[in-house]
């Protein structure tokens, strides 16, 4: 997708601008320089490459973690590093193997806070990608309230 902006926007600005306060980062930090091009919220683990494309921002359901195996889990995030997509939001926390096999696959894997509306996270992420200015001037506002 062409940004609107002149301004490419990074994994890092999304994780401060666009993401709840007290998300982590749990791999790939030194990756967050990255370019996200859009977000994707995964609507199953099939057809990846139908969903998909190098530099997106990938979002788990919780429907799609719970019912996966870790096993399967570890595929579909290796998977995703193949793919080269800018990271992996979730929603649940990741199991502390799978979190050293997306670091050494330079897979930045984001959780964010227990309760975070998922409406509200892809919401505030494609705002940020479509106007950066107003969605800075935004989270201003949230931080000084």
Same mark, same amino acid.
């Given at each position: ?12 600005? #999304? ?16 990756? %967050?320089?990255?370019? #996200? ?20 921002? #990938? ?25 080269? %997509?800018?990271? %992996? ?9 799978? #979190? ?20 509200? %996270? ?24």
């Amino acid at each position: 997708m062409t940004q609107l902006n002149s301004e490419k926007i990074t994994l890092g600005d #999304v994780i401060r601008l666009a993401l709840p306060l007290k998300t982590t980062l749990l791999a790939g930090a030194q990756h %967050v320089r990255r370019n #996200v091009e859009w977000s994707v919220l995964l609507t199953s683990w099939n057809n990846l490459d139908e969903q998909v494309r190098t530099g997106d921002l #990938v979002i788990l359901p919780l429907e799609l973690q719970q019912q996966s195996t870790k096993a399967g889990l570890r595929q579909k995030l290796e998977q995703l590093a193949a793919m080269r %997509v800018s990271g %992996v939001l979730s929603l649940l926390q990741i199991p502390p193997d799978i #979190v050293q096999m997306a670091d050494e696959k330079r897979l930045p894997l984001i959780i964010v806070p227990e309760g975070t509306s998922l409406r509200d %996270v892809q919401q505030t992420i494609a705002s940020l990608l479509i106007d950066r200015q107003a969605a800075t001037s935004q989270r201003t506002m949230q931080l000084y309230r």
